[in-house]
Structure formats: C-alpha cells, structure tokens
C-alpha cells in the first residue's frame, strides 16, 4: 500500500464503514431471523462469524489514527470481505441475500482517495464472494438458473467496483496532492530528496531541518500543511511525528527562521516540548548521507536543552555562554 494516503482519511472512513457494518450485521441477523426469508441458514455457525465481524469492528472503532496506513486499511478489507462471504455461505450460500453486505464495503473504500486500496477491496469482495458460492454451484450440478444469478450478481459487483475504483483515482486521490505527507519508513526518501538537490544546486548551500513537534500535537497532517505552505515539503520520518524538510539556497539565520516557523506552528496545535536539529551542506557536511547524520545529532543534541523549545544548527560557533545552541521560545 502507498505510505502516502492519509491516516487520517483512512481512520475516519473505516470507523465510519465499522459503524454501518454493525448496523448491517444487526439488519442481517433480523432479516434471516424473518418469516419470508426462505434459504436454510446454519445459525450457530452465522452466529460464530457473525462474533468475528462485531469484534472487527469494534477494534477498528478503537484503534488510534496512526495504525490505519495504507497496507492496514487494504487488510481490513479483506477481513470484512472474508467476514461477510462467511455470512453468505451460513446464510444459503447461492441464494443468500446478504450478499448486498458487499456493496458498502466498495463504496466505502473509494473514500479512502486511493485506487489500491479500492482495487484490494474490489478483489477481495470478488474472490471471497466466489467461493461463497462455490459449493452450492458445484452441489447444484448444471442448474443454468443459479449460474446466471451468480455471474449477474459478481458482474454488478464488479461493475460497482470499478466505478468505486474511479471516484478513488478521478474525485478523491489525495495520493498526489497530499505528497508531502509521504512517510518515510528507512530514511531513503528524504535522502534522495537531499541528494537531489545536491545535484541540482551545485554549488549552493542546502540545509537538513529535522523537528520533533512532541507527543501531544492535536493534529500532525493540519501540521504538515502548514510547514509546506510556510517553509517547504516536509517528510514525515518512520511512524511518529518527527519530519524532515530540505532547504536550498539557505544561510544560518534563514534556516534558524524556517526551524522557528515550524515550531510556532507545532505550539500553536498544541505541541510541548518542540525541538529542532538543522545541518547545511557543504559546512557541516560533504555528503547527503553525513548531512542527515548532522541534522540528526543536531536534533539530539536539542533534547539537552533545558527549554520548552529548541533549535541546535550543527556546527555553529558559540559566541554565547549557553554554547553551539540558541532556545527558540
């Protein structure tokens, strides 16, 4: 799955799919409980699937923002498919009518903005839904009847599906606009963005800004918005809060600038102890591998600080008694 799609987007559109799927499972249970409903239906064994989909859901409602990435997201989908395929076996296999449980699923996964993750959805509805049916085809010998509705039914699946599919690419991505909420699990992209602009501005100093904005910041994404409006594309590092922007064409006081601005905004959505690390190329470093090292020991080094906030550009004079650092207050 894309590291890019928002977490928060894909939070709230599954806690939203979760509370309609208790609904739906509610609605389900009444409806094979119900006087006109005419398949047999197995119901200890609906009632042991039917346990699995309520405590799905349930965690999902319960799980923080920061665990629905793309990868998450995708495999709560097959998990919900897999569930109501179960539900549909249990419940008359070919001629169930709980197969509708699958279209919400669709829908809700265009919401995500990300194709992938509507695609993952889209296969997983098709291939549980199939062998669902399976063992009844299969039982019914060549009873032309049960195919046709079979076939109808995966084909207006498919059909919803792929319509999901390109409200996820055409209305909804946020997988090219929200670029700078990329997370950067090992380093390697905010690397290559320091090497290229090495290579791009040869000759011109570029400088490595690393910011801690603390554990209590309200909203991280609302956060990176403001960085990238104000200072540049930030680069958020592994799964916490840590980010990395990479200025060009920079001097001490304008990196000390750029670190200031991002730590008023993260103070300003309710970060503490906010704190910042800077290197710049070819000063503190010759190379972009031994400019993150800079940046990164710059950063540490800020957490000696005794201050609400603080910066620590790496290799300055001291000209001051409190040393190589200045507090940004």
Known sequence: MNGRVSHRRNARGLKALSLLYLGLIVASLLLVHGASYEPAVSFILLYLVVSVGVTAAVAMLLLPTAQFGGGFSGGAYVLFAAVTAMMVFFSGGVSSELY?????????????????????????VLFCYALAVMPGLLNGGTDSEAAALVFYRLATLGLTGVFAISVARNFLNVENPEDYYATDEDGSMLLGRVEDELAARRGVQVAVILVDPGRKVEDVELLLERVRARIGDPILLGEGTVFGVVLSGVDDRMVESAARRALAAASSLGAEETRAGAAIYPRDARTAEDLLVAAGQALEAAFEVESPSAIVLAGRSAPRAEGRYRAAR
């Open 100 to 124: 509708v449980l699958f279209f919400p699923l669709l829908l809700a996964s265009a919401l995500h903005g990300s194709w992938r993750i509507t695609f993952v959805a889209l296969f997983s």
